[in-house]
Every structure is written in structure tokens, then in C-alpha cells.
């Protein structure tokens, strides 16, 4: 089957009436690549398994109609029980656009609009492009201090008035020495279509400390591509944990480099999958130099006729003596339908390196179910007690304190819903 293009001169005359002057450079810029290069497609080896036309329909219906900014009014009260519901320092990306209302300005956190001495971060990707092409508005972000509460940044958006496209894209830069604390959390209303692409590039400088909460509860059937791109300095570590439960479509890149001796990056993911889903994740993790360690561990539960990717990729370059590289993914199918895709991959160009990859694909434990039931409990009960039990690690591992209760509520209300309700 062909894939839909995209509609390259529609986005050009979208791209043109765009406000902020001062980001006409860079979208030129990056429609040229665009232009050039198109979006990726099934015969790309990374997209072999996710097809972007629905990501591509959605654009191509919205640039038809005028390439609408939706209103921001209707998601009033999803941001008000989100921000409620984590205790945290918020800046908003509504439909696209920089929302600092609920922001403290005083907790040593620097925060720029992209302007034309504030250029947005050039990542030579195709939906970065796209992502640029189209800015509406973005910034970047400079953590100095310790603060008291996280930072977290919300990326919400309202499809209610037709197919409708947004692009978030944030800069964030962690100063030496510092420790911080970041929740990234992704959601969506309305019950029409729509089509998210975020860019975010994350600078942890010499000796800084992060830890990182992203979460990704976006409305069943919407679609979100995203990149994360992550570089580390001298003694520097980020701890990381994803969390994807909503979505139609979901494609997420996570890119990190170890530039300088003594970085560490530990990141988990876990994915939760049901009827009509698609959830892909591409991890690449570049060790440049030794010593270095990084570590990552994946596992989905999937039910229905859903389909999930996994595609974890560390590099060894030449010399980089004293790797450690760790790659772990663990699948739960509960219906014969589900279908999940892994594949690990490690490319070792040195000598001295400590290595290891691994993937599982299972089922319930029909023997485990069988002892929970003579205990009391009906097929549905003891399902979500082994469910729980599977992912319950990984929500334990969230390495921000502030969301992990919230974190705890949405799987397990996540969970709830994939079960299906046919105890006897």
C-alpha cells in the first residue's frame, strides 16, 4: 500500500502566516529538509513496524482547512485536576502555545521564549523538522539550583472543532552540579482527531543529577510522535522513567549520548496496550567514551487487537573502554491478538566493555492463575493481581517521590481497563 504524502505546499502556506517573526529563519530552514527528505516511511528499517499515514491524514485534513489553533477554554478543567493531582511547578504547552500563568518565576529556573537570540535546537530528524516547520511557539529552560518542588511541564490538547495538529518543542539545560527533578506529562480531550509532535533536547552539564518522570495519557485513539534527545556531561546521571497508557498511535524516540567519562543513564519504560493501539519505542543510547554505564529496562502488557514495538540500541564506539550497557524488555500478552515487536541490538567497537541485551514474550501463568482461584478470587481478580504485580516494579522504580502516587493511580486505573470482565 502507498503511504499518504503529506501535503508539502499547504504546509508551506501554513508555515507563512505563522506569528513570531523571529522563527521564520529556522522553520525556512527546516521546511527545506522536509521538503527534501519527507517523512519517514514502513521501507526505513526504524519504521518497518509503524506507518505514520494516520499521523499524515490528520495533518494534511487540518492544513486543508485553514490550519487551525484550537481554543484553549475547553481544557480548563484537565489542567486544573493534572496540576492538582502532582505537586509541581508547572509551565504549560496549550495547543501549541507557552502558557506560564501557573509558573513561579522566583524558584531559580530561567525561562526563554525561542526568539532570534533564542534559537530552537536543530535535531536533523524529519519530525523534528516538521516540528519546526511548524513552531507556533516554544523555549527553552535553565535549571541553576536545586528547587523546591519539580518542574513540570504539561503538553495538552483540545480536538473539538475538527482534525486538528499541535507542536511542542522545549530546550531544557540542567547547570553543573545541580540536581533536578523533571515530570513531562502528555494529554489530550476531545473526540476529534489529532496529531501531536513534541521535540525536547535535555542538557545535563558536568556532575548534575536528574531524575525524570514522563507520563503519556493521552486520549484513546490520538496520535503522538516524539523525540528526546539527552546529552550527558563529565559525572553526570540521568534517572529516567516513561509511562505510555492512552493513544491511538504512539512513536517515541529517546536519543542519549555519553560524551564525557563517568555518565550514567538508567531509563525504564512501561507501556500499557489495548483494542485499536499502537505503541512503538525507539531507544538509542551512544557510548562515546569510557568509562560509561547505562541501563535500560521496557515491559508492556498488552490486550486486544493491539500492536507495541520495542527497539532498544546501544553503540560502543572505538576506545570507549569501561562501558556498561544493560538492555532488558518483557512482554505480557493477555489476548492472542496482541502482537508486540522486540528487538535489542548492541554494536560494540571496543574491547574492554561489559554487555548485555534480552528480550521476553510470555502469558499469564496458567498455574499461578489456578492456585489465586482456589483461594477465592475470580479469573478477572487474579488477572489484575498478576497484572499488577508485573508492572508494579517499574511504578515503584518512578524516580520522582511528587508523582508517584499519581503515577500509581493512572496504571492501575489503566490496568482496570484492559482487563476484560469475563470471570466465571
Known amino acids: 500500500m502507498k503511504q499518504v504524502s503529506l501535503s508539502i505546499e499547504e504546509l508551506r502556506a501554513a508555515m ?6 523571529s522563527l521564520a529563519t529556522a522553520r525556512e530552514a527546516a521546511f527545506a529538509n522536509l521538503d527534501e527528505h519527507g517523512l519517514p516511511t514502513v521501507r526505513d528499517e526504524d519504521w518497518k513496524y509503524t506507518d505514520l499515514g494516520t499521523a499524515i491524514d490528520i495533518s494534511n485534513r487540518w492544513l486543508a482547512n485553514g490550519a487551525i489553533t484550537a481554543s484553549n477554554e475547553p481544557l480548563a478543567g484537565s489542567i486544573e485536576s493534572i496540576t492538582a493531582s502532582i505537586d509541581a511547578n508547572w509551565l504549560l504547552v496549550a495547543n501549541g502555545i507557552i502558557d506560564m500563568s501557573l509558573f513561579d518565576t ?3 529556573i530561567e525561562v526563554q521564549a525561542f526568539s532570534d537570540s533564542v534559537a ?3 535535531m536533523d530528524r524529519p519530525l523534528a523538522d516538521l516540528n519546526a516547520a511548524l513552531l507556533n511557539d516554544g523555549f527553552r529552560v535553565q535549571i541553576h539550583a536545586a528547587t523546591e518542588k519539580p518542574l513540570g511541564i504539561l503538553v495538552i490538547d483540545e480536538a473539538a472543532a475538527g482534525a486538528a495538529v499541535s507542536q511542542a518543542s522545549i530546550e531544557i539545560e540542567v547547570a553543573p552540579g545541580c540536581d533536578a527533578e523533571l515530570i513531562e506529562y502528555h494529554s489530550s480531550a476531545g473526540k ?11 542538557q545535563i552539564s558536568e556532575a548534575a543529577q536528574v531524575n525524570y518522570v514522563r507520563i503519556q495519557n493521552r486520549r484513546l485513539g490520538h496520535v503522538q510522535t516524539g523525540r528526546l534527545s539527552v546529552a550527558l556531561g563529565k559525572d553526570s546521571r540521568l534517572t529516567m522513567a516513561s509511562y505510555d497508557l492512552g493513544g491511538g498511535l504512539i512513536r517515541n524516540d529517546i536519543d542519549i549520548d555519553l560524551e564525557q567519562p563517568g555518565s550514567d543513564v538508567t531509563f525504564d519504560g512501561l507501556y500499557l496496550a489495548g483494542d485499536g493501539q499502537h505503541i512503538d519505542n525507539h531507544t538509542r543510547v551512544n557510548h562515546r567514551v569510557g568509562p560509561a554505564s547505562s541501563s535500560q529496562e521496557y515491559r508492556g502488557i498488552l490486550n486486544g487487537r493491539c500492536r507495541c514495538v520495542w527497539n532498544g540500541k546501544a553503540i560502543v564506539y572505538k576506545g570507549a573502554d569501561g ?5 532488558a524488555n518483557h512482554n505480557l500478552l493477555l489476548s492472542e491478538h496482541a502482537e508486540i515487536d522486540a528487538k535489542p541490538e548492541l554494536e560494540i567497537y571496543a574491547d574492554d566493555v561489559k554487555c548485555s541485551h534480552g528480550t521476553t514474550v510470555g502469558q499469564l501463568d496458567e498455574t499461578a492463575l489456578f492456585y489465586l482461584r482456589t483461594r477465592g478470587l475470580n479469573k478477572r481478580q487474579a488477572t489484575q493481581l498478576l497484572t499488577h504485580a508485573f508492572a508494579a516494579d517499574l511504578v515503584a522504580r518512578a524516580p520522582v517521590a511528587a508523582a508517584l502516587d499519581a503515577v500509581r493511580s493512572l496504571v492501575n486505573v489503566r490496568l482496570a481497563d484492559l482487563i476484560q470482565d469475563d470471570a466465571s
Not at 16 to 21: A, D, I, K, T, V
Not at 193 to 202: G, P, Q, R, T
Not at 323 to 327: I, S
Open 16 to 21: 507563512l502566516r505563522l506569528p513570531n517573526e
Open 106 to 108: 522566583s524558584a531559580g
Open 120 to 122: 530552537p535546537f536543530v
Open 192 to 202: 476529534d482527531d489529532h496529531y501531536s509532535n513534541s521535540v525536547l533536547a535535555l
Open 323 to 327: 562501558t556498561d550497557a544493560n538492555q
